[in-house]
Nanobody, 127 residues
Framework: QVQLVESGGGLVQPGGSLRLSCAAS??????????MGWYRQAPGKQRELVAR???????NYADSVKGRFTISRDNAKNTGYLQMNSLNPEDTAVYYC???????????????????WGQGTQVTVSS
């Protein structure tokens, strides 16, 4: 069983910054994580991609966050990050972490877990 746990959300004033973290864990050792992504969902809106980073650290961003957000990862810690700067009220949403494929040891044998999601962390940008 694989778990993704986000942290770092909160209330911030317009123009402020937050850093989100996404830590992956499993019943056994994690061998590799392919693409990690951050998505967000604002009230009444569909979930949308914010940023993604491949295992080779190639990145892509939604146009709305380019130049303000930076996605990164620490493979040794099985953790992804989203640095968010120059936040504005339109960035208010629940932010979710995703991993498209995780190879881990279940305690019995190596297994893949596909399309894993975290529980989400609330980001509110307001004065």
């Amino acid at each position: 069983q694989v778990q993704l746990v986000e942290s770092g959300g909160g209330l911030v004033q317009p123009g402020g910054s937050l850093r989100l973290s996404c830590a992956a864990s499993a019943s056994g050792s994690i061998f590799s994580i392919d693409t990690m992504g951050w998505y967000r969902q604002a009230p009444g809106k569909q979930r949308e991609l914010v940023a993604r980073i491949t295992s080779g650290s190639s990145t892509n961003y939604a146009d709305s966050v380019k130049g303000r957000f930076t996605i990164s990862r620490d493979n040794a810690k099985n953790t992804g990050y989203l640095q968010m700067n120059s936040l504005n009220p339109e960035d208010t949403a629940v932010y979710y972490c995703n991993a498209d494929r995780i190879l881990y040891h279940s305690g019995i044998s190596p297994r893949y877990d596909f399309n894993s999601w975290g529980q989400g962390t609330q980001v509110t940008v307001s004065s």
